[in-house]
């Protein structure tokens, strides 16, 4: 997996082929290398941040309450976030899985196959589903359906990598999640 994947940030310029991203508009995407002050992306890896929207918060999970929940996005990339967001999904809601970075075997709770539970890998090789489900995402924030800011507690400057891989290695008191902002 390539580190700065995630990236948020305004057009600057677009190809021939990449009709209907003028400069100026706030997008959001996967691939390229987000750890830099420009990036190049494919048109179809794409999508418009709606308004009033903070571009480091677009891709936003929900907070849980005390009942299962239609929708669920795992994004600790623990074995124990994993579990506790499987026990959040309702029968035939959603669970989906984009911090969850294990390597080897992984225990499924199988409740969620007789549950019926859809399970979306934020790693998926079928870039169309993938991108399907972003801009679903991203409309029920833009709905305020859902929010990702009480997960974001630290903001760096791109100057300040190294620090903020430091502060999430160590897994320092109060962090967790880091943006990097150019």
Request: glycine share 10%; with cysteine; net charge negative.
């Amino acid at each position: 997996m390539l580190l700065g994947h995630e990236i948020a940030g305004e057009v600057i310029a677009a190809g021939p082929q990449a009709r209907g991203w003028p400069p100026g508009d706030l997008v959001t995407g996967l691939g390229g290398s987000g750890f830099a002050s420009l990036a190049v992306l494919d048109a179809d890896r794409i999508l418009p941040v709606p308004a009033g929207i903070d571009p480091a918060l677009a891709l936003a999970p929900g907070r849980a309450d005390d009942r299962r929940l239609d929708i669920v996005l795992e994004a600790t990339g623990v074995t124990a976030g994993l579990t506790t967001a499987s026990a959040l999904v309702r029968p035939y809601g959603t669970l989906c899985v984009v911090g969850y970075q294990h390597a080897g075997d992984a225990m499924m709770d199988m409740d969620l196959w007789y549950e019926a539970v859809t399970i979306v890998n934020g790693f998926c090789p079928d870039q169309t589903r993938l991108m399907r489900a972003m801009r679903e995402a991203l409309d029920l924030i833009a709905r305020h359906r859902f929010s990702y800011a009480p997960l974001v507690t630290h903001r760096f400057g791109l100057d300040e990598v190294d620090r903020a891989y430091a502060l999430m290695d160590a897994r320092a008191d109060g962090i967790v999640k880091a943006v990097l902002i150019p």
